[in-house]
């Protein structure tokens, strides 16, 4: 992903609330699953790893990142942000993207 294309994402990501929330579980299957199914309805959607997790942002973000085939766009803090495109949600040119319906 080029530095333009990333910017992009992050400017979309920055009016986003988390959708999926990592707890004292961890990094677990339902949570990949979760994940999994938010990118294939959003594309972009951000990540909270709560205080009690037992795994560092950074970490957790590149772990996630490699079980859903997904780019991690940014890491702040305990946010992590994901992007991977679906090419069946846009149907029509000129589609808003789906985090912004």
Known sequence: MKGTERAGLRAEAHHLSPTVHVGQHGLSASLMTSLDDALRT???????????????????????????????????????????????????KGDLPPWRR
């Not at 205080?51 to 085939?69: G, Q």
């Not at 803090?77 to 149907?91: H, K, L, Q, S, V």
């Open 42 to 92: 959003h594309e972009l959607v951000r990540v909270k790893l709560g205080k009690n997790a037992d795994v560092k942002a950074k970490d957790a973000a590149a772990s996630l990142a490699l079980a859903t085939s997904s780019e991690v766009v940014q890491v702040i803090g305990r946010t992590a942000t994901f992007y991977r495109e679906n090419p069946d949600i846009r149907t029509k």
